[in-house]
């Protein structure tokens, strides 16, 4: 388990403003010596989860400065190809929650504060038994329009089945529809504990499995599966 590429998980909680340029640069410095790829997963922006079992994230102002000091050590780690995984769940669940327009904006400043040319940065894409692909590629499209710049910078693509269970190959069947929507967008695939598939439960589900190994997987749409969510992470207090 311990060898398998699996990204960092940066919150406000654990890495503040204060000392996450710091974490980074511990990172990139590992990254260096097992000539690996810095990847994170970006999660603490405000109203996170709307206020559901993961509930948390820091206030307008607070998350652009802790973007940015994200963003800013990024940078300084270019020559590691940083992948940032930009928080789950953030657009996907945005239709139900209410706040679409308002998740559009605060998503597309922190791809501003994260974007640079080494830098490969995934939005939230749900995953299969979730949003229909029309409806995911068009929340997808929204920040990819809002964020890129005239040189080109943005988004790389969006991330499928983080913390989730569904079966690889309907990840990347679903990749597929919903990149066939954008204009030349990629995707990447959790294979972190999908293993058996999904139960239809999100919640600490009894019974599942991990995936396929990180790097193992990949085609025209699909850069890749990672462990995004740790396997037998707990999903918090639920089902035991």
Known sequence: LSAQPTPVWLTPEGDPTDVVGERIANLAAEARAQS????VVVYGLPERDCGGFSAGGLGTDAYRDWTRAIGDALRDAADTAPIVILEPDSLALAPECGNV???????????????????WI???????????????AGLVDQV???SRTDDGRGIRGFATNVSNYEATDKETAYAHKVAGHLNGLHAIIDTGRNG????GDWCNPPGRLIGEAGG??????????????????SDGTCNG
């Open 36 to 39: 690996a790829r810095v990847a």
């Open 101 to 119: 327009d308002e998740r559009v904006d605060q998503l597309s400043a922190a791809v501003g504060a994260h974007a640079s040319d080494s830098t």
């Open 122 to 136: 995934y939005v939230d894409g749900g995953h299969s038994n979730w949003l229909p692909p029309t409806e995911m």
């Open 144 to 146: 990819d329009r809002a």
């Open 216 to 233: 193992t997987i990949g085609d025209d749409v699909v850069d890749t599966n990672l462990w995004i969510k740790p396997p037998g992470e």
């Open 196 to 199: 058996a598939g999904s139960t």
